[in-house]
């Protein structure tokens, strides 16, 4: 679905992606593992056209995407959900999920997706009209994962979904990717809590930095201690 070939990416003068290949087939969950730095929240941005110079190759279902701007990828199917999150405090719950139709071919199913997502996500469906700043970071979490799932993507990537949330939502969320994984959502995840993300992966890469140094399936690199120990502990 996903084939990531040579993929260089700079902030400035700064050459941070230095020749990254990954591949996502359908159906998978695959992670990015690493130390903070090395280089995996700027894989998922350059992926989604959100990093300004960048080169190499990002073909999705066949189609080459580099140099497209990030709308016309979401348009092909490609949703993001960044590490902060971006929800729109002062809207509702319910508003911040219509966001995530405005520029989707299915806006016109906006109640039916609506009441679809609620169903996904019973803590965000007791709290549709709620303010959105005035629910917890890890329902917050959940409504920007919602938001971004709304749109019906063919691929997810989420950028550090368990960061600064209380372990029984954290468990909550990575019981949730499992479901979506078996309803056939395809995930790309970037996560620190190694052994949460592999627990729930099918492949995982290790990135170190900006290229990957490592790619096993995520039960391989489970059972490695010593990669843990060299790429991916603090």
Known sequence: M???????AWYGASHVLQDICLNVEKGEIVCLIGRN??????????????????????TFE????????????????LAYVPEERRIVSGLSVRENLRLGLVSSPNRRREAELIERTAEIFPRLAERLDQTAITMSGGEQQMLAIARALISDPKLIMLDEPSEGIMPVLVDEMFELFQNL????????????????ALGVADRAYVVDQGTV?????????????????RYCSV
């Open 62 to 77: 066949g189609t080459e995407l580099l140099g497209r701007p990030a709308h016309e990828r979401f348009a092909h199917g």
């Open 2 to 8: 996903l084939r990531v070939h040579n993929l260089n």
């Open 37 to 58: 730095g090395a280089g995996k929240t700027t894989t998922l941005k350059s992926i989604m056209g959100l990093i300004d110079k960048s080169s190499g190759s990002v």
């Open 181 to 196: 994984k078996k309803s056939g959502t395809t995930m790309l995840l970037v996560e620190q809590n190694v052994e949460l």
């Open 213 to 229: 140094v490592h790619q096993a399936s995520a039960a391989e690199l489970l059972a490695d201690a010593d990669i843990q120990e």
